[in-house]
């Protein structure tokens, strides 16, 4: 599992990789646009994937412990949070369309440096969705583990599947801690 | 794998101090320190990971092999984006026209 989550590190890196070249080229225009993002919603996630960290984390415990109640208690607030995690998503997503700050012909940004502006929301869109898509992954994991641990298939003997998923959403939280930062919080301050 | 468990308080503590950590690298960012801000955006955000990797992820109580893999992961992550910097770092280096 260790060595999958390794190739994910580098799955992402390559897109870590191009914001880096690219925001050092442009960190202007980046800063500009790195302003259109929603700060309440993005610190809100944040603070809603830590939490779902932690469910996951207890989960895991409640497995190695081998208590069914709170095994399935736990997996099922992980998956909630998660949810609400990727609600906030939409809702970020669907005022990007509206506000036209979609890359593609309908690419509409009023300030300098437009091209280089769209280039951080395709950034934004692609490191942001596959992000996205490895919450649904987690999340269709989870549903499985749910059922699995209500059969009462996990206790001290066994409890390799959620541990292994467990490390899976921890990485994907790592993912987003790195992301929150780079992407929401790189010119708040209003100088620069 | 290691069945290691971790108390629970531990795991607490540690949701504790992801959030205080978050909230500091929200109030931090709002602050104008010039080159410093993405020094402490990202500083903040490495002691993030750190604290899932060994504590969500029981890294602390994991075997040695574990932790080669994982750093060899950051390792090599660390190197891409090093060459790929050297780049755009190093443009205007030379006294020759640009196209």
């Known amino acids: 599992m260790w060595v999958f989550l390794v190739t994910e590190i580098m799955f992402f890196g390559g897109l870590f990789t191009a914001y880096v070249m690219y925001r050092t080229l442009y960190s ?38 081998g208590k069914r109640g709170a095994q399935v208690l736990f997996l099922l607030l992980t998956m909630l949070l998660g949810s609400v995690f990727l609600g906030v998503k939409v809702v970020e997503y669907a005022e990007k369309f509206h506000h036209g ?18 280039l951080f929301f395709s950034l ?23 059922a699995q641990a209500r059969a009462g298939r996990f206790g001290p003997a066994y409890s390799t599947p959620v541990e292994l998923t467990g490390l899976y959403w921890h990485f994907v939280d790592i993912v987003w801690i790195f992301l929150f930062p780079l992407l929401y919080l790189i010119a708040r301050h209003g100088g620069a | 794998m290691s069945a290691h468990t971790v108390s629970l308080r531990v795991y607490f503590a540690i949701f504790l101090a992801l959030l205080v950590l978050t ?16 020094v402490i955006a990202l500083a903040i955000a490495v002691v993030k990971a750190t604290l899932v990797l060994l504590y969500f992820m029981h890294l602390r109580y994991s075997p040695r092999l574990t932790w080669l893999v994982v750093s060899v992961g950051f390792v090599w992550l660390a190197i891409m984006i090093t ?17």
Not at chain 1, 126 to 133: E, F, N, S, V, Y
């Open chain 1, 28 to 65: 202007h225009a980046f800063g500009d646009a790195s302003n259109h993002l929603d700060l309440t919603m993005g610190a809100f996630n944040t603070v809603v994937l830590i939490g779902s960290s932690l469910t996951m984390a207890l989960a895991v415990h409640a497995a190695q412990v």
């Open chain 1, 101 to 118: 700050l979609v890359p593609g012909p309908y690419f509409t940004y009023h300030g300098p440096d437009a091209p280089q502006a769209q």
């Open chain 1, 124 to 146: 934004y869109f692609a490191m942001t969705g596959l992000h996205a898509l490895h919450m649904i992954i987690g999340l269709g994991i989870l549903a499985v583990l749910v």
């Open chain 2, 23 to 38: 909230g500091l690298t929200v109030s931090a960012a709002t602050i104008d320190l010039g080159r410093l801000n993405i």
């Open chain 2, 83 to 99: 060459i790929i910097l050297v780049d755009p770092l190093t443009r205007g280096w030379l006294m020759v026209a640009r196209p």
